[in-house]
């Protein structure tokens, strides 16, 4: 069973930093992208950005494209994602999720992933 559990999250000042961490277990196969979605208050689930396990090809949504960067450690099995910049438009709760793929593309991150995390708060303050 797949279990990915996110950490990280906290209150910082707008243009901070923060560093999201994702933990992932239980793949049952090799190939798949961990991606981050955002939710924030009274909107839709948004996707932010995913990377894959088979070649670490990454994609951001365009509203934190040079601000946001994920990346992964295959040892530790760990997905990051690194949020500099940080504006009050980026408060929102990020869970991680995993869907069983060979590659990613700009439209990977509007497909059903497999598996959630149960989130972590992240607040930007003004």
């Known amino acids: 069973e797949v279990q990915l559990v996110e950490s990280g999250g906290g209150l910082v000042q707008a243009g901070g930093s923060l560093r999201l961490s994702c933990a992932a277990s239980?793949?049952?196969?090799?190939?798949?992208?961990i991606g981050w979605y955002r939710q924030a208050p009274g909107k839709e689930r948004e996707g932010v950005s995913c990377?894959?396990?088979?070649?670490?090809?990454?994609h951001y949504v365009n509203s934190v494209k040079g601000r946001f960067t994920i990346s992964s450690d295959d040892a530790k099995s760990t997905v990051y994602l690194q949020m500099n910049s940080l504006k009050p438009e980026d408060t929102a709760v990020y869970y991680c999720a995993l869907l069983y793929t060979d590659r990613v593309n700009p439209n990977t991150l509007d497909l059903a992933f497999d598996y959630w995390g149960q989130g972590t708060q992240v607040t930007v303050s003004s």
């Open positions: 990377i894959s396990s088979n070649d670490g090809s990454t």
């Open positions: 239980g793949f049952a196969f090799d190939d798949y992208a």
